[in-house]
């Protein structure tokens, strides 16, 4: 079985346990891909939030495409809320997988 964790965090914490949700699913005997969406925060915005350094902790995970999703067996997604919603980068890394218009 083949099993996508794709993430998206500011501050570290959804990559933390994005990192232990596929260490469970190895566990099982999945094969598992960790990734994280496009940041669509700037430098500066990010710094200003003070997630710099945090950001760089999981700089090294590759970024999510749309045929990650379509590639493995099942799909887990981690995302922080803001006002009882996704991140805006998790919910333009989802909206590029519909048709516009």
């Given at each position: ?39 669509i925060l700037s430098d500066d915005i990010i ?55």
């Amino acid at each position: 079985m083949k099993v996508n964790v794709i993430f998206h965090s500011v501050y570290g914490h959804v990559w933390k346990m994005a990192e232990a949700i596929a260490e469970g699913a190895k566990e099982a005997g999945a094969a598992v891909k960790v990734l994280q969406v496009k940041e669509i925060l700037s430098d500066d915005i990010i710094a200003k939030m003070g997630a710099t350094e945090a950001k760089k902790a999981f700089a090294h995970v590759p970024v999510a495409t749309i045929d990650d999703l379509s590639e493995p067996d099942a799909v887990i997604f981690g995302t922080p809320t803001r006002f009882g919603n996704m991140s805006a980068s998790m919910r333009a890394f989802l909206d590029a997988t519909g048709a516009s218009g």
